[in-house]
């Protein structure tokens, strides 16, 4: 391939189809299609939740009925039917697996196919693995060993029945269900998710890791996170998807919130890579996800996102840094190509003294993609000395993508220091003659440079997700990565 | 966020009449159709997020009165210049006007106002409302011997002024458009100035906004550059309690050249607000922005800039910064620097940086015996110097340096 171009690249990346693309056919437990009270009543009681939730639920349905969709991000889809959705799709069996060997051989299958298999999991890695499927958490590991420690992880409407003051005291504190249109959805039907609380002074041992996967045909996922570190915790928290192949688009609307107390530490990674849509924009997974974490004082949040799939991707994970000496940072490499359209970037929003922030964001744009970046830095009036570094990159593969940039800064105190820079352009010639004259072939070049050109992010990635990183990146754009 | 109770646009309307200047119907009915139902927009708008109108929408403007021809002299800043005086419903052209410069009054002349995009209620009021304007014309060949100043005084009551500029091919001009403000008046002014710049003119606009605290200044910049021109305009906010430039580049010719450059220096509780577009329609061209502000007191600067690079427009070079330095607590800037780009044989960068004064500079001056007060002055005039460049014009320089010199106790 030594002639390998720049165009043929281009070419390649059109051709690229989703390798993770198969349906699971498991039996799935659904409710009825629509959106009303009595299906949120249903939902509710098929989770067997205690009332205050149904209050927050129907609360959240009534809020998100008065609000209307929002069309400022730049990206253009076929709205969804909120009434042609089934809210809720439970895998048949409804008991819980004594052992994993108990777990349907079907749904094994399917995770071997995404390369999580979970006794490699268990077995090679260490990672505990949260495993959602159509959301009704499967199985849980390493459950004994964090009890020991004291942390809670389990899936959410576990920890509805099990710790319900912890969820009740944290839940809807960061996103609101009158935050946004589809925070308020989410509110209202969310099914399941995660749940994680480090208690005070614990370190936790390992990375923590959900798989999410969306199944069974017509149903929308409604993940609810919650990640709470207690004073003094650290944990790092790993999140990654996959989606089968299919026509119609799907809807997912999740929302993560995490909540660092004083000197806690969270780290939060997210592997996305959700069905695009194929080579002419057909299907793929709508994906409108609020994410945001709030750090008291001394507290920090590390948000890492590498973002490959989704049709339409709308998220933003923000920090409200409203501690003192807390610390915010948001490191994400976004790539879209054919049809896909990405609008993600992030919030700063610094209240306390001393607060600190870093944005670090890598756009790449294939195929006829649009790509932007979109965030807001805010100094509020208190936040003395805080200081922010934000840096947006872009990379152009093709004359038919778009990459664009929308970031706001507002400053309301004099001794902030903010710093915004971006900066647009395709692969530097130059830089490919240089490699080229090394003897290093196009193909390699052009790889070296994207590779190049996202280690920032990925540096930050750790290391077990890296790897599966840095797989996504070469699928997504294969002959350039890797 | 606030809400306007009743609509408060329609008696800021009710005493304004038809233009007088010949726009064409079809942008009059463009403007007639945006205007229908709409109120001031709130800060939920995303082009008034940052700008409170209630203050204008409350205000209590004095009555319009016209100066005579001496008391507007008073008011022009070049002492050697073709100066037409721009006062409500009197202009005043210069007589003896070299081969080559032409200067109409619009309302007599058939305007050559073509199609242009407004993004905003005002933008439509001035296309109904227009009561007066000029329209320049520059020969092709012909350089300018002398710059065009263009004062315009506000005395009272609420004007819409729109100017055309035709500036043929390979000329060369400098225009300096000086906005002030009669003492003890309260008014509003909405200013829209169409270039059209042909091929390989060299154009620079320079931008005095000069007026008094209860002035309401409104701006509209449209340009159309051709193929290998060189066009500049230079924004520099001295002195107005609110002020909105809106300005719009669209780069139509290869090789062609913007530069967009703005300085503005606030206190007490004046709002400045600038948005650009540069669209760069076609292949080969560069464009640089540099604005720099520093906001004291109360004051809030807005700085919207964007960057807009068609799929055809390969090997586009843009470059936008945006700069400002905070004086006090309760000064807030809003930046928001976009690029919007569908070519990909570009090189686009923007940066915007908000800040104070390094205290490493102050200190290292402080130890050579600098007070303070001086060593502050001497580094802001520092920063605002890269905006600063662009001015050439001697007596201007000296005009805009004592005014910041006076409004900020800075002794330069």
């Not at chain 1, 692969?427 to 490919?432: A, P, R, S, V, Y």
Request: aromatic letters at 10%; glycine letters at 6%.
């Amino acid at each position: 391939m030594s002639n390998y171009t720049e165009n043929e690249l281009a070419k390649d990346l059109e051709n690229q189809e989703y390798k993770f693309g198969f349906v699971t056919d498991i039996e799935a437990d659904t409710v009825p299609i629509g959106l009303n009270e009595d299906i949120i009543r249903l939902i509710s009681f098929k989770k067997n939740e205690p009332e205050w939730l149904l209050n927050y639920r129907l609360k959240a349905f009534a809020i998100w009925q008065e609000m209307t969709e929002p069309e400022w991000a730049h990206v253009q889809y076929q709205k969804p039917d909120f009434q042609a959705i089934s809210y809720y799709s439970a895998p048949k069996q409804t008991k819980k697996y004594e052992s994993w060997d108990d777990v349907d051989p079907e749904m094994k299958e399917t995770m071997k196919k995404l390369g999580i298999s979970m006794e490699e999991q268990q077995r090679l890695t260490g990672v505990a693995v949260d495993f959602v499927m159509d959301s009704v958490s499967v199985a849980t590991s390493f459950k004994e060993k964090l009890s020991e420690l004291g942390i809670i992880f389990c899936s959410f409407s576990d920890a509805v029945q099990e710790h319900p003051e912890l969820v009740q005291k944290y839940m809807g504190t960061v996103v609101p269900s009158t935050d946004n249109f589809y925070a308020a959805l989410n509110g209202a039907v969310f099914t399941d998710g995660s749940f994680c609380y480090i208690p005070k002074g614990v370190r936790c041992p390992m990375e923590l890791s959900t798989y999410f996967r969306i199944n069974a045909g017509g149903t929308g996922q409604f993940e609810r996170t919650l990640v709470v570190a207690d004073e003094g915790a650290y944990v790092s928290y790993l999140e990654g998807c996959t989606a089968p192949q299919r026509d119609e688009n799907q809807l997912h609307a999740a929302v993560v919130e995490l909540i660092a107390l004083n000197d806690a530490e969270i780290k939060y990674s997210t592997v996305q890579n959700w069905y695009p849509g194929d080579k002419q924009g057909k299907g793929g997974v709508f994906n409108f996800v609020t994410k945001r974490g709030i750090c008291e004082a001394n507290a920090k949040i590390s948000w890492t996102q590498v973002e490959t799939g989704s049709a339409v991707t709308w998220k933003y994970p923000s920090c409200i840094l409203k501690g003192d000496n807390s610390v915010g940072e948001f490191y994400s490499v976004a790539v879209t190509n054919n049809y896909q359209q990405a609008d993600t970037g992030t919030k700063m929003v610094h209240l306390g003294k001393n607060t600190k922030s870093t944005i670090i964001s890598k756009g790449i744009s294939a195929g006829k993609s649009q790509n932007s970046y979109r965030g807001l830095v805010q100094i509020y009036k208190g936040a003395q000395n805080a200081r922010n570094f934000s840096q947006c990159d872009s990379l152009l593969m093709t004359d038919e993508c778009g990459a664009h940039t929308f970031p706001y800064i507002e400053c309301k105190n004099p001794s902030a220091k903010i710093e915004h820079e971006a900066t647009t352009s395709k692969i530097g010639e130059d830089q490919l003659f240089y490699c080229m004259q090394r003897g290093i072939s196009e193909e390699k070049a052009i790889s070296l440079i994207v590779n190049g050109y996202c280690k920032e992010v990925l540096n930050q990635l750790p290391m077990e997700f890296a790897v599966e990183a840095q797989k996504l990146l070469a699928i997504s754009l294969e002959g350039s990565v890797g | 966020m606030e809400t306007l109770i009743s609509n408060k646009l329609l008696p800021f309307v009710a005493d304004l009449g038809p233009t007088k200047l010949q726009v064409p119907q079809s942008l009059q009915a463009a403007a007639q159709a945006y205007l229908q139902g709409q109120d001031f927009p709130t800060t939920k708008a995303e082009r008034f997020k940052y700008t409170r109108l209630a203050k204008l929408a409350n205000a209590q403007l004095s009555a319009a009165h016209q100066l005579d021809a001496a008391q507007l002299e008073q008011y022009g800043i070049l002492t050697d210049a073709y100066t037409i005086y721009v006062n409500n419903d009197q202009i005043l052209i210069p007589q003896n006007l070299p081969v080559g410069l032409e200067i109409h009054l619009s309302t007599q002349e058939a305007g050559t106002f073509h199609e242009a995009s407004f993004y905003d209620i005002f933008g439509a009021l001035n296309i109904l409302h227009a009561q007066n304007g000029v329209s320049i014309a520059l020969a092709k060949n012909c350089t300018l011997d002398k710059p065009i100043q263009i004062v315009q005084v506000n005395s009272g009551g609420k004007s819409f002024y729109r100017h055309h500029f035709n500036f043929g091919a390979n000329s060369e001009a400098a225009i300096y458009f000086v906005s002030k403000q009669q003492e003890q008046t309260t008014s509003f002014s909405h200013t829209h100035l169409q270039y059209e710049i042909a091929q390989d003119a060299r154009i620079k606009i320079f931008k005095l906004q000069d007026t008094a605290q209860n002035h309401f200044d409104f701006n509209e910049d449209r340009a159309q550059q051709a193929a290998k021109s060189h066009f500049e305009i230079n924004t520099l906010t001295l002195d107005g309690s609110f002020v909105r430039n809106d300005t719009m580049v669209a780069v139509q010719g290869e090789h062609a050249q913007t530069y967009l450059n703005g300085a503005y220096w606030l206190k007490e509780e004046q709002h400045v607000a600038n948005y650009t577009t540069i669209d760069h329609q076609v292949a080969n061209c560069e464009s640089f922005e540099t604005y720099k502000g520093v906001a004291g007191d109360k004051a809030t600067a807005v700085f919207n800039g964007k960057v807009f690079v068609r799929k055809d427009a390969q090997k586009t070079n843009a470059y936008q910064s945006n700069a400002n330095v905070l004086l006090s607590e309760n000064a807030s800037v809003n930046s928001k620097p976009e690029l919007e780009i569908y070519a990909d044989d570009v090189k686009c960068s923007h940066g915007s940086t908000t800040g104070q004064l390094d205290e490493n500079a102050l200190f290292y001056l402080r130890a050579r015996g600098l007070s303070a007060a001086s060593a502050k002055t001497l580094l802001l005039q520092a920063f605002m110097e890269d905006v600063l460049t662009y001015v050439k014009h001697e007596e201007v320089l000296a005009y805009v340096q004592q005014r910041i010199a006076e409004r900020f106790n800075w002794n330069y």
